[in-house]
């Protein structure tokens, strides 16, 4: 809960910048989701896609980036480990499908 809480309250505090259609919160917010899960769903991300990914999709002059992207991957590890079984299959096979379709993976 206090995760939780620390997380609004650090998130109220990133600005959003604009990048392709998403504002930087929320790209960081979908990568870290995806990144915490490479390990607990069993997948290997191939890093230039990655790099690839964000030099398309988050301006080069967004210096909150890196920090709401570290907030936003440790608070999704800390979820990941409360998740059942059943919820962790199905989140993985989205992280799995939507990996594929941003071409993390093959």
Do not use: W
């Not at 929320?26 to 069993?42: K, Q, Y």
């Not at 059942?84 to 299959?89: D, I, L, M, Q, V």
Request: aromatic share 4%; proline share 2%.
């Amino acid at each position: 809960m206090i995760k939780c809480v620390f997380m609004i309250a650090a998130l109220s505090l990133v600005s959003p910048a604009s990048a392709g259609g998403m504002d930087s919160m929320t790209i960081a917010n979908n990568l870290g989701t995806m990144l915490a899960a490479e390990d607990a769903c069993g997948l290997s991300f191939d890093q230039t896609a990655i790099e690839s990914y964000i030099e398309k999709n988050v301006k080069a002059a967004d210096m909150d980036f890196p920090s709401t992207l570290q907030l936003m991957t440790s608070g999704a590890e800390a979820q990941l480990h409360d998740l059942s079984n059943s919820a962790k299959t199905a989140h993985c096979v989205q992280i799995k499908r939507s990996a594929k379709a941003n071409g993390f993976i093959k």
